[in-house]
């Protein structure tokens, strides 16, 4: 059972350069979300998609976009890295709003 | 807003002692909650959850009761053991429908168990 897989799991970046996350979930979950976690700061939401083709900003959107072309894919990408974007990335998938989400792995990001 | 409100950490205990971590909220009408735990390197698992007023979660050996009256979801273990260490998160989704359901967290209580 695969569930919510990431990658990569690590990655160094140096600041300025680009990269995409991939998130890919095989539950066929309508819901998608990217969070990032920093120390002392809980899980704060970077965005999130409600069904294939949409997306939403959270709380903390500058600086990433996103993309979901199919239901069971969301990426997130970085266009310019910025040291204060190191941090420990979530991808999260459900089925429903209300209902509860799964996590992946995570993605520690590092930019220098 | 709407927010989690959880007690900080870290909370050090010794294996088989009592486990409390408060946690209250503040949204709007009547959320879900959640409970969630991360191990060392791992991502979040749900633990337990409740989802009207007065329902308790309850998951290996861990409970927590939905009080409407204090805005509560504190979690409660009898007896806690080593393989408990880890870091636990309260969190919410909101009643309304539409793109605004989305998981609240709160900042997460590190615990530590002592043999």
């Known amino acids: 059972n695969a569930g919510v897989t990431q990658t990569p799991k690590f990655r160094v970046l140096k600041t300025g350069q680009s990269m995409t996350l991939l998130c890919a979930q095989d539950m066929n979950h309508e819901y998608m979300y990217w969070y990032r976690q920093d120390p002392g700061m809980g899980l704060r939401l970077i965005h999130y998609?409600?069904?294939?083709?949409?997306?939403a900003k959270g709380e903390v959107p500058d600086g990433y976009n996103v993309s979901r072309l199919k239901k069971q894919n969301f990426l997130l990408g970085l266009e310019s890295a910025a040291p204060s974007q190191t941090s420990v990335y979530f991808c999260?998938?459900?089925?429903?709003?209300?209902?509860?989400?799964?996590f992946g792995q995570g993605t520690r990001l590092t930019v220098v | 807003g709407d927010s989690v409100t959880q007690m900080e950490g870290p909370v050090t205990l010794s294996e088989e002692a009592f486990l409390t971590i408060n946690c209250t909220y503040t949204?709007?009408?009547?959320?879900?909650l959640f409970w969630y735990v991360q191990y060392p390197g791992e991502g979040l698992q749900l633990l337990l959850k409740a989802t009207k007023a007065d329902d308790k979660g309850s998951n290996k050996g861990f409970e927590a009761t939905y009080r409407k009256e204090t805005t509560s979801f504190h979690l409660e273990k009898g007896s806690v053991q080593v393989s408990d260490s880890a870091v636990y998160f309260c969190?919410?989704?909101?009643?309304?429908?539409?793109?605004?359901?989305?998981?609240?967290f709160g900042t997460g209580t590190l615990l530590a168990v002592q043999p």
């Open positions: 949204a709007t009408g009547y959320p879900s």
């Open positions: 999260a998938s459900s089925y429903m709003g209300r209902t509860e989400a799964f």
């Open positions: 998609s409600v069904g294939e083709g949409t997306t």
């Open positions: 969190a919410l989704t909101l009643p309304y429908g539409g793109a605004t359901n989305k998981l609240i």
